[in-house]
């Protein structure tokens, strides 16, 4: 995982306990592909907003905040606990903002996990082999379907998350998942 790099400099005690969670739950997530092809091994969150969003946290139950996520470089991705405990990948952007679509840590082929190579730029899966590009379509199968999507929304610092019913941006048609 070369999503975020570690600086040398002592970052903030809450700051390297984020990278370190982020650290381990990417290796956790290669691991777990392997052995439990379906394994969700998040707590799903439970606050959840009027209008149906949930709050991003970690796997200690702590909200994130935006700036934390923010304070990675451009490209960087963060594997957070999702809607239903799936885990899903944000993504900071060049003008460093949060990107609004999540990308769900599932593989389409048989329900995967896997890693976000930087190198490559793609989510890799290790159970059969596909690739995904950086917003999660098909770059070789056997995947059939584009990753599935989470609406993501930052409110005051505060990391949301909603369920994407709205048309998929990378195919212009209706979502698989709806
Ligand atoms: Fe990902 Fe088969 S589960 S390629």
Not at 26 to 50: C, D, H, M, W
Not at 86 to 103: H, K, N
Not at 127 to 142: E, I, K, Q, T
């Amino acid at each position: 995982n070369e999503s975020f790099s570690l600086q040398p400099d002592s970052p903030s005690l809450s700051r390297r306990k984020l990278l370190n969670f982020l650290t381990g739950a990417v290796v956790a997530t290669t691991t777990g592909a392997a052995l439990y092809p379906a394994a969700k091994f998040f707590i799903p969150p439970s606050e959840t907003s009027e209008d149906g969003g949930i709050l991003a946290k970690d796997q200690l139950g702590n909200p994130i905040l935006a700036s934390q996520l923010l304070a990675e470089a451009p490209g960087s991705r963060a594997l957070i606990a999702g809607l239903a405990g799936e885990p899903t990948y944000l993504t900071v952007r060049e003008d460093e903002t949060l990107s609004p679509m999540g990308i769900v840590d599932n593989c389409t082929h048989l329900g995967c996990t896997f890693p976000w190579n930087s190198n490559a730029q793609q989510f890799q899966c290790p159970c059969h082999g596909s690739l995904y590009d950086a917003r999660g379509r098909v770059v070789r199968g056997p995947a059939p379907l584009p990753l599935k999507l989470t609406r993501v929304v930052v409110k005051n610092e505060a990391i949301w998350l909603y369920p994407w019913h709205e048309l998929d941006p990378r195919t212009g048609e209706r979502p698989w998942w709806v």
